[in-house]
């Protein structure tokens, strides 16, 4: 009897035990992958600016599971981390808006939810959101969202062929009209182009931008023909006598304090992407700032990739460049000089 005790009191102390550790062994993988996708090393996806810092949406890459995402909010004046959110995505990549005056619209697993841009906490989840208005609860269409860039409110198509707008103020829905065109949920503005026009001035350059030097012009409306401006953005022993660039584009960064197109002051001018060579291997990519008459008052050099977007703040200029993967940077709108990157 007291042997068949103390078996009983033993199995009683076993079984707790190894259920401890077949539960760490089961938890600990998850945690360990959770902690990854928290603070390790993410390949930005896009970047846009928040109303109070930048949104970069990332993804974290795993050896034996689906990539993770995230979203980490940027501070934008030192670059560092602010907040991070890890997102439960099952397929497909996040997609983000800025929803003034301080909300995101964001969609992953083909579900939409408004988040808060100071916290990432969420606000309303879909469920709650198809509560707004009877046509949500039926689905939404293949229609691309979009998002009212001064209200901030969200444009869904529903499977009943309408067009609900949200207001992510006051979690109201209604029915909008079928004409309704805003920019779509995810969607990124142009940031370079070959030509721009100020205050009725059109800026471009003459040239082919893959066999010839440029040069930067202007026509006014009043002028009849073409005005070269003459300065050169790469002086030295080696530069051409006139104005050239190679491969350049003009750069249209998106005002952080109004949200749109952004205009350089003190002075006005413009902001031009350039190489040092027509030949992608060998070239450097630079970004100079010239004024109105095309006089450079800075040059400086990024990393050879695709400018994804530009932002335009009070004193700095903030780019997110892909190549292989997405990185974001800083510099002084006054000099150029580089203030900080993102990724560290």
Request: charged content about 25%.
């Amino acid at each position: 009897m007291e042997e068949n005790t103390r078996g009983v009191w033993k199995a009683m102390a076993i079984g707790p035990a190894s259920l401890l550790v077949v539960a760490a062994l089961v938890l600990l993988p998850i945690w360990c992958e959770y902690r990854e996708e928290l603070h390790g090393h993410g390949e930005q996806l896009d970047m846009l600016w928040a109303g109070w810092a930048f949104l970069s949406i990332e993804r974290v890459e795993h050896e034996d599971s689906p990539d993770g995402y995230r979203l980490s909010l940027v501070d934008p004046l030192g670059g560092s981390l602010l907040t991070r959110r890890v997102l439960d995505v099952e397929s497909g990549q996040p997609e983000c808006r800025f929803a003034p005056p301080g909300r995101l619209w964001c969609r992953w697993n083909g579900e939409i939810s408004l988040l808060s841009a100071q916290s990432l906490q969420t606000i309303a989840d879909w469920q709650a959101l198809r509560g707004l208005h009877a046509s949500l609860k039926g689905g939404l269409s293949p229609f691309q969202p979009q998002v009212d860039p001064q209200s901030g409110d969200l444009v869904v198509g529903t499977n009943d062929g309408l067009r609900v707008r949200i207001d992510p103020n006051r979690l109201a829905a209604d029915q909008a009209g079928q004409e309704t065109r805003f920019p779509g949920l995810g969607q990124r503005s142009q940031v370079t182009a070959s030509s721009r026009e100020l205050d009725e001035v059109r800026y471009d350059f003459e040239g082919h931008s893959a066999t010839d030097r440029q040069v930067l012009r202007r026509r006014g409306p009043r002028d009849r023909d073409w005005v070269e401006l003459q300065f050169s953005a790469e002086a030295g022993p080696d530069s051409p006598a006139s104005v050239s660039y190679l491969k350049a584009e003009l750069i249209c960064p998106q005002d952080t304090r109004t949200r749109e197109p952004g205009r350089l002051q003190d002075p006005p001018g413009l902001l031009i992407a350039h190489q040092t060579s027509l030949d992608d291997e060998q070239a450097r990519r630079l970004v100079t700032r010239v004024d109105l008459e095309g006089k450079p008052l800075w040059t400086c050099e990024l990393p050879l990739a695709q400018i994804e977007a530009a932002f335009l703040g009070a004193d700095r200029l903030v780019f997110s460049l892909r190549r292989r993967v997405e990185q974001s940077l800083a510099v002084d709108l006054a000099s150029g000089r580089l203030l900080w990157t993102y990724p560290h």
